[in-house]
T-cell receptor
Framework: EDQVTQSPEALRLQEGESSSLNCSYT??????LFWYRQDPGKGPEFLFT???AGEEKEKERLKATLTKKESFLHITAPKPEDSATYLC????????????FGRGTSLIVHP | KAGVTQTPRYLIKTRGQQVTLSCSPI?????VSWYQQTPGQGLQFLFE???????NKGNFPGRFSGRQFSNSRSEMNVSTLELGDSALYLC?????????FGPGTRLLVL
């Protein structure tokens, strides 16, 4: 069974204080790993897709990296508007395209 | 391209009633998936439709059903509502591997 564990559950940062969110996964074969940002009461917003170990993608202050067992979402010099819940999901090879989601990391950035 | 749209955005129903939610995917996307999101359970997969056929189904009771039309628009229906059905219902459309979510429908069952 595919599993996704995100840590920490909650993270409080000061503006400008860089940090990383972790997504550990267990899957028979990885088709893709996805990162989403979700604001309260809204649908998840797609951020990145990573396909293979060693791959990295960047968008503004966010950088996602992937190894064979986990992914990190690095946030550099965060701003209060980066406050949100960040969700990770994995999609396995073979079978359905339905991703398995983690429970998310709630990030609060204080000014 | 316009994003995924969902209607209505908010609903209040009472126990025992039924509800129908609608989702219009991104133009050209043929796959539509539905999810239930609650604080306690997180994002849970309901079902996926592709070209008007249910391709995958999650572990939800038969009270939850859906369908997809020839224009890829999708509806989900929940019959005999229970208090525990209160949640944010999310629709996601995809063309290949990446899913794009709509804003969701917030359902409150009283």
């Amino acid at each position: 069974e595919d599993q996704v564990t995100q840590s920490p559950e909650a993270l409080r940062l000061q503006e400008g204080e860089s940090s990383s969110l972790n997504c550990s996964y267990t899957v028979s074969g990885l088709r893709g790993l996805f990162w989403y940002r979700q604001d309260p009461g809204k649908g998840p917003e797609f951020l990145f897709t990573l396909y293979s170990a060693g791959e990295e993608k960047e968008k503004e202050r966010l950088k996602a990296t992937l190894t064979k067992k986990e992914s990190f979402l690095h946030i550099t010099a965060p701003k209060p508007e980066d406050s949100a819940t960040y969700l990770c999901a994995v999609q396995a090879t073979g079978g359905s395209y339905i991703p398995t989601f983690g429970r998310g990391t709630s990030l609060i950035v204080h000014p | 391209k316009a994003g995924v749209t969902q209607t209505p955005r908010y609903l209040i129903k009472t126990r025992g009633q039924q509800v129908t939610l609608s989702c219009s995917p991104i133009s050209g996307h043929r796959s539509v998936s539905w999810y239930q999101q609650t604080p306690g359970q997180g994002l849970q997969f309901l079902f996926e439709y592709f070209s008007e056929t249910q391709r995958n189904k999650g572990n939800f009771p038969g009270r939850f059903s859906g369908r997809q039309f020839s224009n890829s628009r999708s509806e989900m229906n929940v019959s005999t509502l229970e208090l525990g059905d209160s949640a944010l219902y999310l629709c996601a459309s995809s063309e290949s591997t990446s899913q794009y979510f709509g804003p969701g429908t917030r359902l409150l069952v009283l």
